[in-house]
């Protein structure tokens, strides 16, 4: 398997600000001169003079293509970047199936991607496992070439609620739009939508669904208590606690786990007895047993402890309290992964109001902290390959 994080971010795309260009700017500065004059160190004489012309040091007349080279010989370490678009994981297996997690904006990159890859193809299909119906998974679909060449076959998987965020305002299922809502969220719906839309509802069947008299959206059904099988690879739906009914995903191929689970809360409520809290636990321990020994597992930790429990702020917004907001600690991820013995552990779903210095402060806190164990956990970032 190769998955490839497309998109990273929680709760909504975002742009660097100047002052976050800036800090990566000064970072990248820094480390840039540190390798320059601890290079120039090495060729200064007992006059405190340099021993050879900067022309010979640099190997050749100070002009571009120089400097560039100059540079990569110095090794200078590339700053980290986490990306600003929503979340959106590809998986694709070595027998050439597709898959993609979710469809927040980090969708439109992905479906350029897919449709280079594709080229040719005659049979492309693509398979895409939603977690749940908020906007920013997915956001990124109406948007998504790959939605728009009339050769592709599009299977979406998901609960009731994520097939009808997309159906309701592109009609790509039902084909059919409201009146009162099409052109309300998108200019763009099945008419001109060419691909072809297949769903397919994940349902626990000991909670039957209560659909609306009205709705004609045409699906297929899929027991959430068995896996859902393409060609040698085995996919496991999870019920996750989120404000929305929300799925994490297990995926199995030739020995090998990815554990994608966004949009999670461990719940750290005041009354051990309230349902939401048996419920968040509950719900947790399964995840946990899912995740024993996993490879790699992909998942939401949006705040710190402190930041859940209204300590402290995120970025400009003030201390406010998280709980119910459907997002895990970074710590409880932190044990969780350490007990499951998860062998690399990426951290998701970046809250928009953290700018990229106190990521860039988290991520190395955490690395520095697993960098001589047997299990590896980071921040994750837009474009990390990870090959199984």
């Known amino acids: 398997m190769r998955i490839q ?96 997690f979710d469809c927040g904006s980090g969708f439109r990159n992905c479906a350029m991607d897919l449709q280079k890859k594709w080229g040719d193809r005659k049979e492309r299909h693509l398979y895409i496992f939603g977690s749940h119906s908020h906007y920013d998974h997915t956001e990124g679909f109406d948007q998504a070439v790959v939605c728009f060449d009339p050769r592709n076959t599009i299977h979406v998987y998901g609960n009731y609620q994520y097939l009808y965020a997309l159906d309701s305002y592109l009609g790509i299922f039902s084909k059919f739009v409201k ?87 461990l719940r750290h409520g005041p009354d051990p007895d309230d349902p939401r809290q048996r419920e968040s636990e509950a719900r947790e321990k399964q995840l946990n047993q899912q995740a024993i020994k996993a490879d790699v597992l992909y998942r939401d930790a949006q705040y710190l402890r402190s930041d859940y429990d209204g300590l402290s702020g995120i970025g400009s917004s003030g201390p406010v309290r998280r709980l119910d907001w459907g997002h895990s600690c970074l710590e409880d991820v932190q044990e969780m992964a350490l007990t499951c013995g998860v062998k690399r552990t990426y951290i998701g779903h970046h809250d928009p109001n953290r700018d990229w210095s106190e990521l860039n402060w988290i991520d190395e806190s955490i690395i520095r902290r697993y960098e001589k164990t047997d299990e590896k956990m980071s921040l994750a970032r837009a474009g990390t390959v990870v090959e199984l």
Request: with cysteine.
């Open 5 to 100: 994080f497309y998109g990273v971010q929680g709760s909504g795309s975002t742009f660097p600000s100047s002052q976050e260009i800036e800090a990566l700017q000064e970072f990248t500065d820094y480390q840039l001169l540190m390798r320059v004059f601890k290079d120039l160190e090495q060729h200064i004489d007992q006059k405190n003079t340099l021993d050879r012309s900067l022309t010979d040091l640099l190997g050749g007349p100070i002009d571009r293509k120089t400097l560039v080279r100059y540079k990569k010989k110095l090794m200078v370490p590339k700053a980290r970047i986490y990306g600003g678009w929503t979340t959106c994981v590809h998986l694709e297996t070595a027998d050439g199936v597709d898959i993609v």
């Open 179 to 265: 009146n009162e809502i099409l052109g309300v969220q998108t200019p763009i719906n099945y008419s001109i939508m060419p691909a072809k839309f297949r769903a397919v509802e994940i349902r626990d069947p000991d909670q039957p669904a209560k659909f609306d008299k009205e709705e004609i959206m045409t699906r297929d059904v899929h027991d959430i208590n068995q896996s859902i099988v393409l060609g040698e690879t085995q996919i496991t739906a999870l019920k996750v606690f989120h404000p929305a009914p929300c799925l994490a995903y297990k995926v199995r191929r030739g020995g090998k786990t990815f554990i994608f689970c966004t949009d999670h809360e």
